[in-house]
Nanobody, 128 residues
Framework: QVQLVESGGGSVQPGGSLRLSCATS???????MAWFRQGPGKEREGVAA????????YYADSVKGRFTSSRDTAKATVYMQMNGLKPEDSAMYYC??????????????????????WGEGTKVTVAS
């Protein structure tokens, strides 16, 4: 089982920024890493993903232009820089890992069932 450790959540005002981090214990099984979020009473949704080998990134329409995914292979860590945060971004954010490098096709990256490991989540609250 791959261990994923998230950090970086917190409370910010609208328009603020946060950076989430997710460290993986097994790089070989983490070719694709993604961020999902789940707000109160809402379904879990894919927010962003990164194909680690090529640093190719994918985003949900709701966060394009505001969120940026990146990776540091030396640290086995991926990041998600979140700028221009809105109240509707408030949620638990979960890191997920997959070995399948083809998740970039047909929005496969946004399907939660394609990932074999999940972090425990980090809470993001955006409020005045």
């Amino acid at each position: 089982q791959v261990q994923l450790v998230e950090s970086g959540g917190g409370s910010v005002q609208p328009g603020g920024s946060l950076r989430l981090s997710c460290a993986t214990s097994d790089v070989a099984k983490s070719n694709f890493m993604a961020w999902f979020r789940q707000g109160p009473g809402k379904e879990r949704e894919g927010v962003a993903a990164i194909y680690v080998s090529w640093s190719t990134t994918y985003y949900a329409d709701s966060v394009k232009g505001r969120f940026t995914s990146s990776r540091d292979t030396a640290k086995a860590t991926v990041y998600m820089q979140m700028n221009g945060l809105k109240p509707e971004d408030s949620a638990m954010y979960y890191c997920a890992a997959a070995a399948d490098g083809t998740l970039g096709y047909n929005n496969g990256w946004s399907v939660a069932g394609r990932y074999h490991s999940w972090g425990e989540g980090t809470k993001v609250t955006v409020a005045s």
